[in-house]
């Protein structure tokens, strides 16, 4: 009687380094399947999950997608194919950080292999029958990068009667003397920092100038 070698998904111990915003290859994730009791080329079920980013494939052209493309990225991918085509996809794919996201994670990507028997692959498609589950996770630090704080603000104002200055002069008046200024109402503008809360407390200095 042989017993089966279940299927195992291993990955680098040490964790990629990127900066705030910009993508990074992940390489050396690998599958090992010594199985007598599953048929030699039974497919496995592979899916990586990123905890705060996306993932996008390289290379998918001889495994098949059942969640996620390969032009992605997408926080789930999941495909199948035998343990060769599964090793080639592995071999190389790309984890972008989610937008102004920083930090140190070492479970960041999350890897997970299912393996099933021949007599539960139907249709094409593996049936979801678990036979055996595996995973493994990779770290990622990610540095972070002083984003500039936006403005926003409407490129030009119309004074109407219902929002027009009013400059008054009284009679007699001269340089120096005081005036009387009915002000109208400034609407539009917005000021944001996605890193605000990472410095200073969360305050943010704002001048205005005319």
């Known amino acids: 009687y042989m017993y089966n070698e279940k299927a195992t998904v291993t990955a680098t111990t040490q964790a990629y380094v990127t900066m705030e915003d910009i993508p990074v290859t992940i390489a050396g994730v690998f599958i090992t399947d010594d199985s007598y009791y599953v048929a030699e080329g039974t497919p496995v079920v592979v899916n990586i999950t990123a905890v705060n980013g996306k993932i996008r494939l ?3 052209s001889d495994v098949h997608m059942l969640e996620g493309t390969n032009s992605g990225p997408h926080k789930t991918v999941m495909f199948w194919g035998n343990v060769t085509n599964v090793n080639a996809t592995l071999n190389s794919f790309v984890y972008t950080p989610d937008l102004n996201y920083n930090g140190m994670d070492s479970e960041e990507i999350v890897i997970g292999l299912t393996e099933h028997n021949t007599r539960n692959v139907s249709g094409g498609n593996p049936r979801m029958d678990l036979y055996h589950e595996h995973f493994a996770h990779i770290g990622v630090e990610v540095t972070p990068v002083n984003d500039p704080p936006l403005i926003t603000a409407p490129t030009s104002y119309t004074i109407t009667p219902a929002n027009s200055v009013v400059y008054t002069k009284p009679d007699g008046a001269g340089l120096g003397d ?33």
């Open 58 to 60: 390289l290379s998918t």
């Open 178 to 210: 005081k005036i009387n200024v009915t002000s109208f109402l400034l609407s539009g503008l917005s000021v944001e920092d996605p890193d605000l809360n990472e410095d200073y407390a969360g305050l943010l200095k704002v001048s205005l100038q005319v």
